[in-house]
């Protein structure tokens, strides 16, 4: 991979990185993604912020475009960490709540996902997919619940 220098090659290597993914070439994808996070997060001597050079809102789209792609290898740990780290360079961005909430949802965590369900919809209350994961994972955990207090009567 060709690496290019100056202000536009940020914008140029995330462009790139959107087009892999849209193509479903996720291993480049990646490596594009993970370059343009690591040129965010360096700072050129003498600069007050690290990675003052980049929008919030696309270095939070790289990070969880990148935690897709480790969502979709099943990595769900670091598809996480790449979630929580989209949230934190940008929490109003509703996506990466919404893609952690359904790893945390498939580990069983449900407590944790009803959170970042919800956090979604505080967002953004025309979230859709939110609405129905938040519902699903209510029912779910009932149920978990009512089985857990079956088995205990059983054990008695």
């Known amino acids: 991979m060709e690496e290019q220098q100056g202000p536009e090659s940020d914008s140029a290597t995330l462009a790139r990185a959107q087009a892999r993914f849209e193509k479903g070439d996720y291993e480049e994808a990646e490596a594009l993604y993970t370059a343009y996070i690591r040129k965010c997060a360096s700072a050129a001597p003498g600069e007050e912020a690290p990675g003052s050079k980049c929008h919030p809102k696309d270095l939070a789209t790289a990070y969880n475009n990148r935690g897709q792609i480790k969502y979709f290898r099943v990595d769900f740990d670091e598809a996480m960490d790449d979630y929580t780290a989209a949230i934190q360079v940008q929490p109003e961005f509703e996506v990466p709540y919404y893609n952690r909430g359904l790893i945390l949802y498939r580990l069983g ?20 997919d939110a ?26």
């Open 109 to 128: 965590y449900f407590d944790n996902a009803l959170e970042d369900f919800k956090k979604v919809l505080d967002l953004n209350p025309g979230f859709q």
């Open 131 to 156: 609405t129905l994961s938040l519902k699903q994972t209510i029912l779910d955990k009932e149920e978990k619940q009512r089985r857990t207090y079956e088995n205990m009567l059983k054990t008695q």
